[in-house]
């Protein structure tokens, strides 16, 4: 079955604008089925609209003949409510005030506009337009039950009451009695027996509705408020009644009724719950968040010493614990995370499931821009503990980012959106910390902007090179293979290493060209040392999730090796589990065609995600590479070493028993090399014996025939 695609409408009458944001679009939500149409005047928009409904609408503001507000009050006006963001000029605040105020869900500054943006903005526009369908449905389901409840009660059920005001006496009906659960002689005829049944945070508006109506000031007397049932529990009630007058229109009497509202009482404040609450984690939704972060701006302005702060978490790698354990899985941990979140904050503070794995808190009443991070820090820390889930222990990690709240009158989406940024960054900077925002970010984000047009470039003007790693056999210490990785020599940056650049590169789809050219340059480096008699009896490409699941991979190796006559069994694929398990059905055939014309597969930084060795079963799987933050941890003075060496210790043994190869990572030291070979791990690679080096450097190991002897003397010996 297809799945439903994504329908935009993008008005703009500058094609090169539209062809823009259509590119940005794809690239925003690669994987997700898409139709785009692009319409340019009024009439081509009502002749799209006749032909069908859009799930979004993008309006560019300066249009010919109508601007984009008055646009959306044309299809608004036709009854369409479908989102729309509007693209705008920078600093054409007003205009977007304008719209946001006629409804507009979003809007972006074109200036601005980037893939990151137009991709969080679509994703908030829908899912803000989903949760106000919610609401609207929900309300007319309050409504329809309302309209049920007073036709059922309406009956013979209500109790009667009636105070004479001039002796202060006051008769209620048996009904009136037992709707409290006394019999007739358990209360007497004093107004007291009302009023000290009323919840006491009632009793003063009760007694100003009286007095309202009493005054003449309203038509009747009616209040909705608790009453203290003889079992010691709070009933809805609602009383109403009406005054008698005397000739000279003073208050003699007031005669009324009381109906039990329990019922709907509930039913109402459930749905409320609803409508503002997170139905999975029962947290506040991120209506209610942004109402409470709205108190906090005009809070900031009134009181001179009041300081808040925004935090927006984010929790690292989520999207691999979905995807390898599946989605009950993941709400389950998404449920237990928020009870978590709530006790490292106080009653005052909002906490918030903004959508997916995001969180968001309002800190109230800070005492300085610290505490915000001592409060971060104790997020992260209470995250860290393994989470329970049925039979499954989970290690999380969150990244948060912190915006202050300052007097300037900010709005709280633009605090929302910098906590955001912020967060981003902590990500960026390794993920598991957290970030505040300041406003060398802004310029950050704009570096990454320069960056990203400077790895367009880069390829043209060959700054890219590659650097070759020896993989040496642990049995014959002798180089058996290598890694091949890339470096990219920034002529004003200097060395920018590839964990930065490889992620810019895959979010922006240059990764595929890169990569191309990656393969094709060391397949044909690796001939080179073939045809010139050396022994090497494989080489390992590094492989990423976009170029893996996006890239016909398979067709790109068999190119590489009909141009450079490489036999298919020396060429290797290293991939990341994270990368396999985005997709198992399409990793599952790719594997398998690449398999079957013998290219070997790696697993590279295996133990870091969350899949378990027993899928490897499923896939045709060569070697495993042991991720280097455990080989790091393996020493024999470390306090907690015991623990990680036993893990080092685990995958090599069911490594083996599934006849698999295991390759360790990162060996800086002979401590860990010694203990690799005393667990019969069967090559390594690291530090220790060379570092990634230059195509004539590596050349120059092959031809002098290095190994394991000649840099560890405990093998030699
Ligand atoms: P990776 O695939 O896990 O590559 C191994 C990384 O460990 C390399 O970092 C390598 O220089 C480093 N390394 C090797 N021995 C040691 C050691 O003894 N100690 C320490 N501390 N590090 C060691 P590098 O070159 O910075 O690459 C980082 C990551 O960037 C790679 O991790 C890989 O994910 C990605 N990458 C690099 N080149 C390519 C490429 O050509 N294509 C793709 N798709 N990704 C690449
Ligand atoms: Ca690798
Ligand atoms: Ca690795």
């Not at 989406?413 to 900077?429: G, I, T, V």
């Amino acid at each position: 079955m297809e799945a439903k695609k994504l329908k935009i409408l993008i008005v703009d009458d500058d094609p090169d604008d539209a062809l823009i944001a259509v590119r940005y679009i794809k690239k925003s939500l690669a994987g997700i089925g898409l139709s785009i149409d692009h319409a340019a005047s009024l009439s081509e928009v009502n002749l799209f609209l006749e032909k069908g409904d859009y799930d979004l609408f993008i309006f560019d503001y300066y249009m010919g003949e109508l601007n984009g507000l008055e646009l959306m009050k044309h299809i608004r006006t036709g009854g369409i409510t479908t989102p729309v963001i509007l693209l705008t000029g920078q600093g054409d605040e007003a205009i977007a005030v304008a719209a946001m105020k006629r409804g507009a869900s979003d809007y972006l500054a074109k200036e601005t506009l980037s893939p990151t943006l137009l991709s969080k903005a679509i994703r908030h526009s829908l899912e803000l337009y989903q949760s106000e369908q919610k609401r609207k449905e929900t309300e007319r389901i309050l409504r329809e039950s309302e309209e049920r409840y007073a036709l059922a009660v309406s009956g013979a059920n209500d109790g009667i009451w009636d105070w004479n005001v001039l002796n202060n006496e006051i008769y209620f009906s048996p009904r009136w009695k037992s709707m409290l659960g006394y019999e007739e002689d358990e209360i007497g005829n004093r107004l007291a027996e009302w009023h000290t049944r009323i919840a006491p945070e009632e009793v003063q508006t009760l007694e100003d509705s009286m007095e309202a109506h009493m005054k003449g000031r309203l038509p009747c007397f009616e209040c909705e408020h608790r009453m203290r049932h003889k079992d010691g529990k709070y009933r809805w009630m609602l009383s109403r009644g009406m005054a008698i007058r005397d000739s000279a229109g003073q208050t003699s009497r007031v005669a009324g009724s009381m109906t039990d509202i329990t019922d709907r009482k509930n039913i109402e404040m459930t749905l409320r719950h609803g409508v503002l609450h997170d139905s999975l984690t029962g947290l506040a939704n991120r209506k209610l968040f942004m109402d409470q972060l709205r108190r906090s701006t005009i809070r900031v302005k009134r009181h001179k010493n009041y300081q808040f702060a925004v935090l927006f978490i984010d929790l690292d790698r989520f999207k691999v614990i979905n995807d390898s354990l599946g989605h009950l899985i993941g709400d389950q941990l998404l449920k237990e995370v928020a009870p978590r979140l709530e006790g490292c904050l106080r009653e005052a503070d909002t906490i918030a499931r903004l959508g997916g794995d995001e969180f968001g808190i309002i800190v109230e009443d800070l005492d300085g821009a610290a505490t915000a991070s001592i409060i971060a820090a104790r997020i992260q820390k209470v995250l860290c503990a393994p989470f329970m889930i049925g039979e499954r222990e989970i290690v999380i990690s969150a990244s948060i980012g912190i915006k202050l709240g300052s007097k300037d009158n900010e709005k709280p989406e633009d605090l929302l959106r910098d906590s955001d940024n912020a967060m981003y960054r902590a990500k960026a900077q390794g993920r598991a910390r957290h970030e505040t925002f300041t406003q060398k970010m802004h310029q950050s984000a704009m570096a990454s902007l320069e960056m990203e047009s400077d790895l367009r470039k880069a390829m043209d003007r060959s700054e890219f090179r590659l650097v070759y790693q020896p993989i040496v056999s642990l049995i014959s210490g002798q180089i058996e293979g290598c890694e091949v990785l890339i470096r990219w020599d920034h002529p004003e940056r200097g060395l920018i290493p590839p964990d930065i650049f490889i992620p810019l590169a895959e979010e922006t789809g240059l990764i595929l060209p890169l990569s191309e050219w990656i393969f094709q340059t060391a397949g044909v480096q690796y001939k080179s040392w073939l045809d010139a008699g050396y022994s090497l009896s494989y080489i390992n490409l590094n492989c990423c999730a976009r170029q893996f699941l996006h890239q016909n991979l398979t067709k790109l190796v068999k190119k590489i090796l009909t141009a450079t006559h490489i036999p298919s069994h020396l060429f290797g694929i290293e991939l990341t589990e994270g990368s396999a398990m985005q997709d198992i059905t399409l990793s599952t055939s790719t594997l398998q065609e690449l398999s079957q014309i013998g290219i070997k597969i790696s697993i590279d930084d295996f133990g870091t995600g969350y899949s378990s060795l027993s899928y490897l079963r499923h896939f045709p799987i060569d070697t495993v590479k042991i991720d280097r933050s455990f080989v790091h941890e393996i020493s024999g003075h470390q306090k907690n070493g015991r623990n990680r060496t036993a893990i080092v210790d685990a995958i090599i043994a069911m490594t083996h028993s599934l006849g698999l190869k295991v390759v360790a990572e990162g060996v800086e030291t002979e401590e860990q090399l010694a203990f690799l070979q005393d667990r019969q791990c069967d090559a390594m690679q690291g530090y220790l014996f060379s570092r990634p080096v230059p195509p004539e450097d590596f050349l120059a190991l092959l031809r002098e025939g290095r190994c394991l002897s000649d840099v560890n003397p405990i093998c030699s010996g």
